[in-house]
Nanobody, 126 residues
Framework: QVQLVESGGGSVQAGGSLRLSCVAS????????MGWFRQPPGQPREWVTT????????????DYAASVKGRFTISQDNAKKTLYLQMDSLKPEDTAMYYC???????????????WGQGTQVTVSS
């Protein structure tokens, strides 16, 4: 059974940091990438970052949305089957529900991703 379980969300002041975690089980050999999306209140879900985990020549390669590049870092611990999102220099506009996801066909559209966690809330106050 495929399962993604996020943790680490919370409330922080602008300029602060948070680290999100996502424990994966049941499918890891079937996905080619993992990543994070976020959904601000009243807005559509948007892509944040991807790490390519297999099936691509750039295994371990990462991509970031322009809005978070240089502030957020995606990483993985294969032994723990855990995905991380280190978020530094947080801004109020980073406030959103953050979702861990995995996919066979990797892209920036949420509709192409196959597996999703339940989400963890991040709130950044000014």
């Amino acid at each position: 059974q495929v399962q993604l379980v996020e943790s680490g969300g919370g409330s922080v002041q602008a300029g602060g940091s948070l680290r999100l975690s996502c424990v994966a089980s049941g499918f890891t050999s079937r996905s080619n990438c993992m990543g994070w999306f976020r959904q601000p209140p009243g807005q559509p879900r948007e892509w944040v970052t991807t790490i390519y985990t297999g099936g691509y020549s750039g295994n371990g390669r990462t991509d970031y949305a322009a809005s978070v590049k240089g502030r957020f870092t995606i990483s993985q611990d294969n032994a723990k089957k855990t995905l991380y999102l280190q978020m530094d220099s947080l801004k109020p506009e980073d406030t959103a529900m953050y979702y861990c996801a995995a996919a066979r066909n990797c892209g920036t559209m949420s509709t192409t991703w196959d597996w999703w966690g339940q989400g963890t809330q991040v709130t950044v106050s000014s």
